[in-house]
């Protein structure tokens, strides 16, 4: 699964569009990375 599918994936299982669900996929991804 690659960056987009995983976006679509997000946008269909909370109901939102893929922009929004990109933005959260980035977000969550910075989070992790500045964790680590």
Do not use: W
């Amino acid at each position: 699964m690659n960056k987009s599918q995983l976006i679509d994936k997000i946008a269909a299982g909370a109901d939102i569009s893929k922009a929004a669900a990109g933005r959260a996929l980035d977000s969550f991804i910075d989070a992790v990375t500045e964790a680590l």
